[in-house]
């Protein structure tokens, strides 16, 4: 199989030296609650898909892909660690809290673990139950939870690893802004990420340990930096942007990818992929060679016959929760691809609506969502989660940026671009009003844009919340990925936020109001 192949190629790469040490780094990050397979569009893949074979990931997949990498390395020193944020993202979360991420990371076999803001996502109630359950520790070294009765003792700084004799130091930092992202609370204290780090790698270096590893939830260019400002470590596994390195793939960054003299590495999300580090050590602990690449775990990769069976038992309430009532509408909440990516739509003002009063007290001003994300329409009386998740299949996440006015004006011009085509780019808003021209020349079309009831200012900054996909470029909006700043991608998912504000607040916020207008 060429996983295997690639996978033994690279262990006899790092074994040819035989007075060194090798390590194999097996990693994941940011599966994201990712536990049954998912599709090209990193949302739960559908059983007909799964046998054309068109899946990917899902923990099945990670569990067959570790015990072949075990089986293949017999012998060999092999670790097994996540960049954090297993919390959040489908169903399996929503449903079951945390509990069926631990179960699958027990059955999987991890070493070890780095705190993802999304753990925090429930508090720190629910990131204390998963580490109780799980067997392995848990660390982050920038955070003080010494104020935490919750956390405190559990939570490790950094910890020590025993493979084939010798020490191998974890140390792990967290996004100082996941105050912001998500829900640690008041008695988890942020330290800077550098600081921390070069006091954990102190204290393991003052206990004679001599091959250190970051284990972080930063964010590639965090772990650059980190990579190059903090002596003594010897690699750095990424998480929190979701960055896929490769040697293989168009436009990756090479893995490793070195920060100063460091090398650095993460392997995209979702469990679409895993990465093999191989580091090689010579007696004085420094790293001599490192070498590797992600592998994607496509449909040439078997899932484990007893997980996939457990993830199928563990599917059945969330067919319940398909059904779960989250509140009613008394009219037809229109969401018809042949209107919202058009005009202004019902579903357009619900969902974009809804993303604004989630964030507004962020700092957030104006909502966009592309209509092309809306897939459905909703029928008067119950609204069910499954009507929502109908809606909105894509597991897309809020993402919240600043940006200039000029930059929204070219959002908008390019929403309002391809219209003829019935193209999904077309800006569905909240938060702004606008009007447009389709007869125009498109880059000349849009008119009249409010924020806030007065004139949109084009020098000035405004908070604006997207989704993921826009954010990073798609359907056209390249400015929100070159001219967006203080970007988080990685929000919660829109089809509970659309949920959670039907449920507080009905579906009124579906109503026409004006907030587009078409300019004959």
């Known amino acids: 199989m060429r996983l295997l192949s690639t996978a033994a190629a690279i262990a006899v790469l790092g074994s040819t030296a035989a007075a060194d040490y090798t390590l194999h780094v097996i990693h994941i990050n940011d599966l994201h609650s990712r536990i049954e397979p998912i599709n090209r569009f990193n949302s739960t893949c559908g059983a007909e ?73 429930d508090g720190p109630e629910a990131l204390s139950s998963f580490i109780d359950t799980v067997e392995f520790p848990v660390v982050s070294g920038n955070l003080d939870v010494f104020g935490s009765n919750l956390l405190f003792g559990k939570l490790k700084n950094h910890t ?13 930092a967290l996004a100082t802004d996941t105050a912001e992202t998500s829900s640690p609370g008041p008695t988890v204290v942020f330290e800077d990420e550098i600081e921390a780090l ?95 690449d992600t592998l994607v775990l ?16 563990l599917a059945g309430p969330i067919e319940e929760l398909k059904q779960r009532v989250v509140g009613e509408t ?27 009063e989630r964030v507004k007290d962020q700092g957030i001003d104006v909502a966009i969502q592309n209509g092309g994300g809306l897939r459905a329409s909703i029928d008067a009386g119950e609204v069910t989660m499954g009507e929502v998740l109908t809606v909105l299949p894509f597991q897309n996440t809020l993402a919240t940026f600043q940006l200039s006015g000029a930059g929204i004006l070219a959002a908008l011009e390019n929403g309002v671009s391809q219209i003829a085509d019935g193209a999904g780019r077309f800006p569905q808003v909240a938060g702004m009003t606008y009007a ?25 900054v405004y908070g604006v919340v997207s989704n993921n996909y826009m954010r990073s470029g798609g359907d056209g909006y390249s400015v929100f990925a070159s001219e967006g700043m203080n970007a988080y991608d990685y929000g919660p998912d829109l089809a509970d936020v659309v949920a959670e504000f039907i449920m507080e607040n009905g579906a009124d916020a579906a109503a026409i109001d004006g907030r587009i207008t078409v300019v004959e």
Do not use: W
């Not at 020590?160 to 792990?172: A, D, K, N, P, Y």
């Open 298 to 313: 496509d449909a040439s990769v078997t899932p484990d016959a007893d997980i996939a069976a457990r993830v199928l038992e």
């Open 160 to 172: 020590i690893l025993t493979v084939g004799g010798e020490q191998i130091g974890i140390v792990s």
């Open 49 to 121: 898909d799964d046998a054309e074979g068109k899946c990917f990931g899902g923990v099945a997949r990670v569990k067959t892909m570790f015990d072949q990498i075990r089986e293949e390395l017999a012998g060999e020193n092999v670790i097994f660690v996540d960049g954090g944020d297993q919390f959040q993202g489908s169903l399996m979360y929503t449903t079951y809290k945390g509990a069926v991420e631990a179960e699958m990371m027990n059955a999987i076999g991890f070493d070890v673990m780095a705190v993802g803001n999304h753990e925090f996502d």
């Open 436 to 460: 447009f021209n389709a007869s125009a020349e498109p880059g000349s079309r849009v008119s009249d844009v409010m924020v806030a009831g007065a004139a949109i200012d084009v020098d000035a």
């Open 330 to 356: 008394a009219e037809l909440i229109d969401g018809d691809r042949s209107v919202c990516r058009a005009m202004e739509c019902p579903m357009g003002n619900l969902v974009a609506t809804a993303m604004l």
């Open 198 to 292: 070069t006091a954990d790698v102190a204290a393991l270096q003052a206990q004679g340990v001599n091959k250190i590893i970051a284990v972080n939830h930063v964010g590639m260019n965090k772990d650059l930096e980190i990579a190059a400002a903090v002596e003594g470590l010897d690699a750095v596994v990424g998480g929190h942007s979701h960055t896929l390195f490769s040697n293989t793939k168009d436009g990756a960054p090479s893995y490793p990818t070195k920060g100063g003299s460091t090398p650095v590495v993460q392997a995209g999300a979702y469990s679409k992929y895993v990465g093999h580090l191989t580091l090689t050590f010579d007696d004085d602990g420094n790293v001599t060679s490192a070498m590797g």
